[in-house]
């Protein structure tokens, strides 16, 4: 199996452990404070990820720590918005709404970098748009601050991906990952001690497995599987692949908190799916090219 093909299938798994994780951390936190829920989630990720790329911490230097901030801070307010907005909003919702980070990607990049956008991605954005209309526009034409939540944390998941494809095309991000979390784990932790409703050691046991859950498979397991594949995938193509939580996520919300998929959610849910299917549909020329491409690689 060829290594792009093992990394699109590790994607995909990692994207249903991500999808889960809202159901399991908006059951998990309940009334606890998420900022220390999501504490001894990226210390626990810390934990593991140490044991495991042991010969990449041991050789740690100083460029790798200041790659692993920059990586941190949009990973962090991506993370942190969305697990708060779990607070307003349903699991399935905030799922389907955070798919839109396959849409912002490119027009981020067209902002940034000034590089041309085809007509198909505008196609796919106006699609994205009026399905995540469909989800969060309620009666009143009122939407909720759950879903603004959501939304932020999109655009803060698109910057990092854009960030995290522009540092790997010249450094290894293995080097890279424990500062990075560890760097999540210390915002966390400082917002944590601002919070004076905060219980450090709340009794419940779902809170823990959640923490366990989440840390381990989809922080720790997809953030390092996302890092490595973006030295051979583009991060269009890796956020096109995270489309693939909203469906797990819709899943995962029936059965563990028995969320009701309403139409406005599975019509939404599946413009903005449709819109990932359009962003990725390439043309004759553009297939012969890319096989051309792929025949001369190394």
């Given amino acids: 199996m060829k290594k792009r093909q093992l990394l699109l299938i590790l994607l995909i798994l990692g994207t249903a452990f991500w999808g889960i994780s809202y159901s399991v951390t908006k059951m998990a936190i309940g009334d606890s404070s998420p900022n220390v829920f999501l504490f001894y989630r990226f210390v626990m990720a810390v934990i593991v990820l140490s044991i495991v790329f042991w010969k990449y911490v041991k050789d740690t230097n100083l460029e790798a720590v200041k790659t692993g901030f920059l990586l941190a801070v949009p990973m962090f307010l991506g993370i942190q918005l969305q697990t708060f907005a779990l607070k307003y909003t349903d699991a399935s919702q905030c799922s389907f709404i955070a798919g839109l980070t396959v849409i912002i990607v490119p027009l981020l990049k067209l902002a940034l970098y000034r590089t041309n956008t085809p007509l198909k991605i505008w196609v796919a954005a106006f699609t994205a748009l009026t399905g995540l209309?469909?989800?969060?526009?309620?009666?009143?034409f009122i939407i909720n601050f759950g879903d603004l939540l959501t939304i932020s944390g999109a655009f803060a998941f698109a910057v990092y991906l854009i960030s995290v494809e522009k540092h790997s095309a010249g450094k290894n991000l293995l080097y890279s990952i424990v500062p990075m979390f560890s760097f999540c784990a210390l915002f966390t932790f400082c917002l944590a001690l601002a919070d004076s409703q905060a219980v450090w050691f709340p009794e419940n046991n779902t809170f823990w497995m959640g923490a366990v859950y989440c840390a381990l498979f989809s922080t720790a397991f997809m953030y390092t599987v996302s890092n490595i594949s973006q030295r051979y995938l583009s991060a269009e193509r890796v956020a096109v692949i995270y489309l693939f939580e909203p469906v797990f996520g819709a899943i995962g919300a029936f059965f563990i908190?028995?969320?009701?998929?309403?139409?406005?959610?599975?019509?939404g849910g599946a413009l903005i799916f449709s819109a990932t299917i359009i962003s990725e549909v390439k043309g004759r020329k553009q297939k012969v090219l890319g096989s051309v491409e792929s025949e001369t690689e190394i």
């Fill in 133 to 140: 209309f469909i989800i969060a526009i309620k009666d009143k």
């Fill in 257 to 267: 908190l028995g969320e009701n998929l309403s139409w406005r959610l599975l019509l």
